[in-house]
Structures are given as structure tokens and as C-alpha cells.
């Protein structure tokens, strides 16, 4: 990974932590790892997922929602998860 990249990542997990910590007070979460918490950080990183999709596709000319951005996702998720289902074969 390049350090341009690495940089850009960081931010995100920064940004990402800060959304964490707001999104538990709001929901008046109390412990951080609890199931209610750990539902939290999913939302946080699918929510930042479709941000940068939608960024990126926006940034390039492309036209899409989120209808798009949950098909795409689904696929993505069935391929890595044969993909490790074939690696433990």
C-alpha cells in the first residue's frame, strides 16, 4: 500500500472512529462491546463504504444510488465469501 494511500486510510479510520463514538451516545449505547455497540460499527462502516463509492463514482462521471451500491456490495460479498469457503477446501 502507498503511502498516499496509507495516509487516506488513516483519515478514514479517524473519521470513522469520531462517527463511532457520536453514533453510541446517540443511540445511548453504553458498552462499546456489546451487540448493540458492534451494530453500531458496522452501520458506521458500511455508511462510510457507500460514502466513498459514491464519491468516487460521482467524481468519475457515473450516476448510481444506493440501490446500486447494496447489489454491487451483495455480489462483492458472495464472491470474497466462496472465495475463502474455496480456501479452506
Given at each position: 500500500m502507498s503511502t498516499q494511500h496509507k495516509q487516506a486510510m488513516d483519515?478514514?479510520?479517524?473519521?470513522?472512529?469520531?462517527?463511532?463514538?457520536?453514533?453510541?451516545?446517540?443511540?445511548?449505547?453504553a458498552d462499546r462491546h456489546?451487540?448493540?455497540g458492534?451494530?453500531?460499527v458496522l452501520d458506521v462502516a458500511i455508511?462510510?463504504?457507500y460514502r466513498i463509492f459514491m464519491r468516487i463514482c460521482e467524481e468519475n462521471?457515473?450516476?448510481?444510488?444506493?440501490?446500486?451500491f447494496a447489489d454491487?456490495?451483495?455480489?462483492?460479498a458472495?464472491?470474497?465469501?466462496?472465495?475463502?469457503?474455496?480456501?479452506?477446501?
Open positions: 483519515a478514514v479510520l479517524q473519521a470513522a472512529a469520531h462517527d463511532i463514538v457520536a453514533t453510541l451516545q446517540e443511540r445511548d449505547v456489546s451487540e448493540e458492534d451494530l453500531v455508511l462510510h463504504a462521471g457515473l450516476d448510481v444510488d444506493a440501490g446500486y454491487l456490495a451483495a455480489d462483492l458472495e464472491e470474497v465469501s466462496q472465495d475463502q469457503d474455496d480456501y479452506e477446501d
